[in-house]
């Protein structure tokens, strides 16, 4: 559904602030540089704060870490609702912005705001309703239960902070600032250093809270984003001359926002359900193997960080551009991310085969989940290239307004495929834990090249060739 202009909030019309490289206009690697870099930098710190949790998991016990790792696909509900709303507000803002469109542009972000807390407070509800349903199908009980049901409860309660903090990043993001995002991760980062053991132990009028207490840093964490974030999306400029009647609901906006949003939230949502799929098999193999595999997730994402630090320099620069009608740099766009993402996946690639061990090592002195863990890095170094060729060419579709492609490759990849190919080879044939490292790289290969051709043939008819 097209925007239509709304002429009543062009009575003010205070200057934005403006970024001196223009993403419609500026040397291309210039610009990925300046988005990538901060982006990848934030992020490395809010994998830290991750592994910090998850070091501090492993202090408490096997269990507890078991719990956490188990608590991913769950807590992913959330991150993928998240990530994928924000992702269609980015599209939709920078569209505007890169058309001249201002004020559809203020519209969009205050619209994206309301609608993100309408549906944090949704999930709250929903998430809490079926976190004991989905623990237990993953074979969660008695105690393994109450301590993944403490853990995630907390973060269900603090959901809209997470969304919020996703919609205010969104604006930003369109407009080219990935700075401030980065601040608040490392930010965020070192406060959690600070709070996890504070809460898990307790000590100057906290009591000890256990798991309980690194869920609650994390949303208090999110609590301060809030107010960092909120800030400075006023200091953009791009608020001036509108009203807080903007916030309420409005149709229009509400549905083109869920177009381009949901169908990016559907594909992170099934990157939990391919986690969930994945914890199901692996679950059958004992604890030691579902935390194995938690400890790999984190190794594999501080390795994958310039990947997704180019996810979001593809998202914005092609959707400010195509919103510009600048087709010519949009080819441009996609070559270079695709380069640069797949020869800085090759060295992370070579550096987690050969350095697999003792990565392991540093979240567990449990043998056997160092064992498994290690074996499951080795076989992931070789998928780390695919990861990113799915990733820019997703982000290229989104930005170019295409966002029901992520949806049908991520069924493929992260629930259809997995499904058949792990029973097969862990069910009928016996293969093992193995089956499914194994399983998991030639799938995403396989999803990879079907996404990088796909996009390619879109991006040529945008072209006319």
């Known amino acids: 559904m097209a925007m239509r202009p709304y002429g009543h909030l062009a009575r003010h019309r205070p200057p934005m602030k403006q970024h001196p490289n223009d993403l419609t206009t500026a040397p291309i690697p210039r610009l990925i540089r300046r988005i990538t870099i901060p982006v990848s930098i934030g992020l490395f710190f809010n994998t830290m704060y991750n592994v910090v949790d998850t070091y501090f998991g492993g202090l408490i016990s096997t269990t507890a870490l078991a719990a956490m790792s ?12 998240g990530s994928g709303i924000s992702t269609g507000a980015t599209a939709l803002i920078a569209n505007a912005l890169g058309a001249g469109k201002r004020d559809e542009a203020r519209l969009y972000a205050f619209q994206g ?39 995630m409860d907390i973060l269900f309660k603090g959901t ?33 250093v600070i709070l996890d053991p504070w809460f898990i132990l307790g000590g100057w009028g906290v009591p000890a809270m256990g798991v309980a207490g690194i869920a609650l840093a994390t949303v208090l964490v999110q609590v301060i984003g809030c107010v960092y974030l909120g800030i400075h999306v006023r200091k953009t400029g791009l608020f001036a001359g509108g009203t807080p009647r903007e916030f309420l609901p409005r149709p229009a906006p ?23 799929v994945i914890t199901y098999f692996i679950s059958g193999f004992g604890k030691a193997a579902v935390a194995a595999y938690g400890v790999g997730m984190r190794i594999e994402q501080i390795v994958l960080l310039p990947a997704i630090g180019l996810n979001t320099a593809t998202l914005t620069l092609i959707a400010q551009n195509y919103g510009a009608r600048r087709f010519d740099r949009i080819r441009e766009i996609l070559r270079k991310c695709l380069a640069y993402g797949v020869a800085m996946a090759a060295c992370g690639g070579a550096a987690v085969f050969l350095l697999s061990g003792r990565l392991m090592s540093l979240f567990s002195e449990d043998p056997a989940v160092i064992a498994v863990g290690t074996t499951y890095l080795k076989i992931e170094a070789l998928v780390l290239a695919a990861y990113v060729v799915l990733f820019v060419c997703v982000a290229a579709l989104q930005g170019v307004k295409r966002p029901l492609f992520a949806v049908v490759i991520g069924l493929f990849r992260q629930i259809i495929a997995p499904v058949a190919v792990f029973y097969f080879l ?25 996404a990088f051709f796909y996009a390619r043939g879109k991006i040529r008819n945008l072209l006319g060739e």
Do not use: K
């Open 254 to 276: 509400f549905m083109e926002i869920a177009r381009q949003g949901f169908p990016a939230s559907l594909n992170i949502m099934t990157i939990a359900i391919g986690v969930f």
């Open 160 to 192: 809209i902070f997470f969304i919020l903090v996703y919609m205010l990043n969104a604006v930003l993001n369109a407009m080219g600032n990935t700075r401030t995002y980065r601040n608040f991760l490392i930010i965020g980062f070192l406060l959690n």
């Open 426 to 450: 862990t069910r009928m044939h016996g293969v093992g834990v193995q089956g499914i490292w194994w399983g998991i790289c030639g799938i995403t290969w396989t999803a990879a090249v079907i």
């Open 70 to 81: 188990l608590s991913l696909p769950v807590f992913f509900i959330i991150i993928s609702m």
């Open 113 to 151: 705001i309301t609608f993100g807390a309408v549906i944090s407070v949704a999930l709250s509800f929903l998430g809490m309703a079926a976190a004991p349903h989905l623990f237990r199908i993953l074979g969660a009980d008695e105690a393994y239960l109450a301590i993944c049901l403490t853990y």
